[in-house]
Antibody
Framework: EVQLVESGGGLVQPGRSMKLSCAAS????????MAWVCQAPKKGLEWVAT????????YYRDSVKGRFTISRDNAKSTLYLQMDSLRSEDTATYYC??????????WGQGVMVTVSS | DTVMTQSPASMSTSVGERVTVNCKAS??????VAWFQQKPGQSPKRLIY???NRHTGVPDRFTGSGFGRDFTLTISNVEAEDLAVYYC?????????FGGGTKLELK
């Protein structure tokens, strides 16, 4: 069974940094592209970033380019999202997701990030 | 980027009715569309993949259809447990993009 468990969220001040982690299990991690998807309170789902199975390619939505960095450690089956220069509009639940080209996304349970002074 | 325009944004229904949710892609995505259901406080749940295929365990009252740019999720004989927000997703081209969501409520 695919399991994706996020950690690292919480309250952070504007302009500060936060790093999210996602521990993956139940599948061969280094066979899959991985992504972060966010959902602001009472809003819809938005793709944030994707990293290829081997970490060689990364993609970001425009609003986070230059501020967020997606990375992975295949030896530890762990996905990361380093978020710098955080803004109030980054407040959201962040989901770790496995990109399955057949089914779409497999989802973690999500972790809340609140950017506020 | 491929924009997925989902409609309606919300709809009211009664138990036992049939409802349809639509997604229109800004360019052809073939059949590479999925539908997800999200209930409050939960992560999204897979319903339909590759436009028409029902995931294991999804009741057959959920049906997906469409090809190219126009896609539909139909829920027949709505049950109270179906009240949720539904999202379409195109995963044909990077970045994968979602529709804005449809909230299904009881009249």
């Amino acid at each position: 069974e695919v399991q994706l468990v996020e950690s690292g969220g919480g309250l952070v001040q504007p302009g500060r940094s936060m790093k999210l982690s996602c521990a993956a299990s139940g599948f061969t991690f280094n066979n899959y592209d991985m992504a972060w998807v966010c959902q602001a309170p009472k809003k819809g789902l938005e793709w944030v970033a994707t990293i290829s199975y081997d970490g060689s390619s990364t993609y970001y939505r425009d609003s986070v380019k230059g501020r967020f960095t997606i990375s992975r450690d295949n030896a530890k089956s762990t996905l990361y999202l380093q978020m710098d220069s955080l803004r109030s509009e980054d407040t959201a639940t962040y989901y770790c997701a496995r990109e399955n080209t057949y089914y779409g996304y497999d989802w973690g349970q999500g972790v809340m990030v609140t950017v506020s002074s | 980027d491929t924009v997925m325009t989902q409609s309606p944004a919300s709809m009211s229904t009664s138990v036992g009715e049939r409802v349809t949710v639509n997604c229109k892609a800004s360019q052809s995505v073939g059949t590479v569309v999925a539908w997800f259901q999200q209930k409050p406080g939960q992560s999204p749940k897979r319903l339909i993949y590759l436009a028409t295929n029902r995931h294991t365990g999804v009741p057959d009252r959920f049906t997906g259809s469409g090809f190219g740019r126009d896609f539909t999720l139909t829920i027949s004989n709505v049950e109270a447990e179906d009240l949720a927000v539904y999202y379409c997703l195109q995963y044909d081209s990077i970045p994968w993009t979602f529709g804005g969501g449809t909230k299904l409520e009881l009249k």
